[in-house]
């Protein structure tokens, strides 16, 4: 089974900060990463698959990149409504599988 | 507007069962792969299951579930349902139906349910 390894856990950022998320899988998943946005008591959002195409009606401050086994989301200007928790999750190879999730807090 | 509504959640004693259906609106579930996703209280995402689109092409199961749930799908009721056996405490967590989306190569859970909770305990 593939694992999916964030980085960090947790952090804090300003608004207006530039925010950096990592994820790393436990082998090459090529680009079949996707990244999620989940705020309390809401379901997942989709924001990004296939690494760095941007899902419909995301806001363009999001951005991923990517390849292998090495991936990154970046948030640039961080906004108020972007204080949320952030997983990646590959579709590469059955069984699918979510990192453990990166929550970004309000400094 | 695409829905997923899930249902059939609740409180259940260790070793009891439940089912849970997700029923669609908006979309022709035929179309779509699915799978169930849960979330422990406080905790990160969980990929339990997958089904693919008829049924009967490929049904996948994570090893914290395999062999006590079972996964499947009425396309002509445009529903998927998750038959849940032997709950253990472990297993308490809210329970989201997701669609498999596909674009080119690439998939990903586009439609996701509001979730439903499950809480197994005496």
């Known amino acids: 089974d593939i694992q999916m390894t964030q980085s960090p856990v947790s952090l804090s950022a300003s608004v207006g900060d530039r925010v950096t998320i990592t994820c790393r899988a436990s082998?090459?998943?090529?680009?079949?990463l996707n990244w999620y946005q989940q705020k309390p008591g809401k379901a997942p959002k989709l924001l990004i698959f296939?690494?760095?195409a941007l899902q419909r009606g995301v806001p363009s401050r999001f951005s991923g990149a990517g390849s292998g086994t090495d991936f990154s989301l970046t948030i640039t200007s961080l906004q108020p409504e972007d204080f949320a928790t952030y997983y990646c999750?590959?579709?590469?190879?059955?069984?699918?599988?979510f990192g453990q999730g990166t929550k970004v807090e309000i400094k | 507007e695409v829905q997923l509504v899930e249902s059939g959640g609740g409180l259940v004693q260790p070793g009891g069962s439940l089912r849970l259906s997700c029923a669609a609106s908006?979309?022709?579930?035929?179309?779509?792969?699915m799978n169930w996703v849960r979330q422990a209280p406080g905790k990160g995402l969980e990929w339990i299951s997958y089904?693919?689109?008829?049924?009967?092409?490929?049904?996948y199961y994570a090893d914290s579930v395999k062999g006590r749930f079972t996964i499947s799908r009425d396309n002509a009721k445009n529903s998927l349902y998750l038959q849940m056996n032997s709950l253990r405490a472990d297993d308490t967590a809210v329970y989201y139906c997701?669609?498999?989306?596909?674009?080119?190569?690439?998939?990903?859970?586009?439609?996701w349910g509001q979730g439903v909770l499950v809480t197994v305990s005496s």
């Open positions: 908006g979309l022709t579930l035929s179309n779509y792969e």
């Open positions: 997701a669609t498999d989306s596909k674009r080119a190569n690439w998939n990903y859970f586009e439609y």
């Open positions: 089904i693919g689109a008829s049924g009967d092409n490929g049904i």
């Open positions: 999750q590959q579709t590469y190879r059955m069984l699918w599988s």
């Open positions: 082998q090459s998943i090529t680009m079949f």
């Open positions: 296939a690494a760095s």
